[in-house]
């Protein structure tokens, strides 16, 4: 490890604290209404759509809109994919996309996954991916914040289950929000020299003499929502690792700070929200104390390298003229920190881009992502899945401390009875249930063992990160696993799904019942959730929940790997 | 042909998630007499 490295972290961090408010206190006037300054092309949307932007609506209309809306958007997408030979905007004549993969896509980028099977630059017309991907990378996006802001609503006030307008905060979201966000940034990395064109594909001559067909696009304004939106699926095959979708250490740092923006300011808003701007504060403490732990981990472990490397000599000590430790998989323009900590955010965050390949990482640097995926992507997390995962889990914990004093748990002056802590538990409990559930099957049936590269611990790794990974709604991949059947791609596209609804349909329903609750005033005897106490509960609660779910599957691979790396063998 | 597969079995998903919005819905109402309705 070495100083300019955790210069890096420290500069990224302080950053990050730095967006957090004045990004909340804007997600806050955009959540309340008071941003107008779009109210024309708003009233159109809406007059348009018949939406009547002024209903409040109950939780299980607001639930109804968000499924609607996906299911017609998922829909058309798997149209557009298999039709798209016979669409404008295909230069290059690309082939309907096959059957399989046109559902786990459609899926995939419906629920903020953007798992690619697919070499997007090879696949895609340019009219897939700007009308339909680039389409749910902002409506994703803007419909999780929706849901977030919903269940805000209701801890902060008592109307009878009503929970918000869906279709309001669906529209704001993408037009006050994400859409700017998206233009600005966009614009920084066009100035960075990130490409933004429509020019034909360029045939380069190579110093060797041989031929190369370079792909151009659309990138900048592609990877700004892609990363904002904690989408992930990258304009290339390599993703941020790609010289035209990442150019300069500026456009890592700043595409590195993007995926943390919104969900870091998310937890201001929330604080904001409920009035009681410490809590969020305190939220926003227990998820960056979690983000340390990984990118620590992970910087260090991949700084420490493969010592069967250095025992045949390779030289894994960093100097002036050697990063050291494991490059293996690593874009050289950005060493072992920078992909350390892109890695570490980029799956705290259910965002899923990559700059270097997670699968070449030393066992316990894999571990980090696989384990930030597996604690349910609520450290910053995914835009608006994030923070209302992390309010599961802070209403665990007062349930919990509740349960140890012998007093009815309170959060934020809502009592958290029966039905509450039922629909905190189906959220905590389908995540893994479908995760290791799908691949229990696939370690055991051959169709699941087909898609394998590697055997061994690796290799249940690959299947775990899979599954870990589209569940969590990530979209990053460990590699090595050909997931291109019919078998991976439909369960892995089952599995988006499953992870995406399946997981806000009670996180809505708790968001209604906790609407219904009228707010006690705080008492002795209720467990204060501003102090560092809390947090650290919070933190155990989070790891404890995790640890339990996922310790047997994870010492079967990378646990178990690292030890037999330990010994000399290699997977 | 696995077009009409794959059609209704996004629809199929999704007409269980609004199964699901209904049994989430009934647990909530479900014996807990608890309900402070304003």
């Keep these: 490890m070495t100083a300019i490295g955790w210069l890096q972290i420290v500069v990224f961090s302080l950053a990050v604290l730095a967006v957090t408010k004045p990004v909340g206190v804007y997600l806050v006037r955009v959540y309340d209404g008071s941003v107008r300054w779009l109210a024309p092309v708003e009233r159109v949307i809406y007059r348009l759509c018949g939406i009547d932007p002024d209903e409040d609506q109950h939780w299980t209309r607001y639930a109804a809109g968000l499924l609607l809306f996906s299911a017609i958007s998922m829909l058309a997408t798997y149209v557009v994919l298999r039709l798209q030979a016979h ?68 801890i902060a006030r008592r109307s009878g289950g009503r929970i918000g307008n869906f279709w309001t905060d669906l529209v704001r979201g993408t037009l006050y929000v994400f859409l700017p966000l998206s233009f600005v940034l966009a614009l920084l990395f066009v100035q960075q020299g990130m490409i933004q064109n429509f020019h034909p594909y360029v045939t380069a001559t190579t110093l060797e003499g041989a031929k190369q067909v370079l792909a151009m696009g659309p990138v900048a304004s592609q990877e700004a929502i892609k990363q904002l939106g904690t989408n992930g699926g990258g304009f290339f095959n390599a993703n941020a690792a790609h010289p035209f979708e990442n150019p300069t250490p500026w456009t890592n740092f700043l595409s590195t700070l993007a995926i943390f923006v919104v969900p870091a300011g998310l937890t201001y808003m929330f604080g904001r929200m409920v009035k009681n701007r410490k809590h969020g504060w305190a939220l926003w403490a227990a998820m960056f104390v979690l983000f340390l732990g990984g990118v620590a981990t992970a910087y260090w472990a991949e700084a420490k390298g493969n010592p069967i490397h250095a025992a045949h000599g390779v030289d894994v000590v960093a100097s002036a003229t050697n990063p050291g430790g494991n490059m293996e998989g690593k874009e050289v323009r950005f060493g072992i920190a920078a992909s350390a900590l892109y890695a570490t955010v980029t799956t705290d965050a259910s965002c899923g881009a990559v700059n270097s390949m997670h699968d070449s990482f030393t066992p316990l640097g894999g571990l980090v992502p696989l384990v930030n995926i ?192 330990g010994a000399g063998r290699l997977f | 042909m696995l077009d009409v597969v794959y059609i209704l079995l996004t629809l199929a998903f999704f007409g269980l998630m609004v199964a699901y919005v209904r049994a989430c819905e009934h647990l909530g109402r479900e014996g807990t007499g608890e309900e402070d309705r304003p």
């Design chain 1, 87 to 154: 669409l404008p905007l295909n230069p290059f004549h690309r082939a309907a996309v096959p059957d399989r993969q046109a559902f786990e896509t459609a899926a995939s980028f419906t629920t903020n996954t953007n798992w690619q099977s697919y070499t997007g630059e090879t696949v895609m017309s340019y009219l897939s991916q700007m009308t339909q991907l680039a389409f749910h990378n902002f409506t994703s996006a803007a419909s999780g914040v929706a849901a977030a802001v919903a269940l805000a609503r209701g």
């Design chain 1, 374 to 565: 597996q604690l349910g992507e609520l450290i910053f997390g995914g835009v608006g899945s994030g923070l209302y995962g992390m309010l599961v889990m802070a209403i665990l914990t007062v349930f919990i401390a509740g349960l140890m004093v012998g007093r009815t748990p309170e959060y934020l002056g809502k009592k958290i009875q029966s039905r509450e802590v039922r629909m905190a538990m189906l959220y905590v409990l389908i995540f893994p249930a479908v995760i290791l559930l799908l691949t229990a099957a696939s370690a055991v049936l051959p169709a699941g063992l087909k898609g394998l590269n590697n055997n061994g611990p690796h290799g249940l790794s690959e299947i775990l990160y899979a599954f870990s990974s589209v569940t969590g709604n990530n979209g990053s991949a460990f590699a090595g696993l050909t997931g291109t059947t019919y078998y991976y791609n439909t369960l892995l596209g089952l599995g988006t799904l499953f992870g995406r609804f399946a997981m806000m349909v009670p996180m809505l329903a708790l968001a209604g019942f906790l609407a219904e609750r009228r707010i006690v005033p705080a008492s002795v005897g209720t467990f204060p959730v501003t102090t560092p106490l809390f947090v650290v509960l919070l933190i155990g609660v989070i790891l404890i929940v995790g640890a339990l779910t996922f310790f047997p599957a994870l010492s079967l691979g990378p646990i178990v790997e690292h030890l037999l790396m």
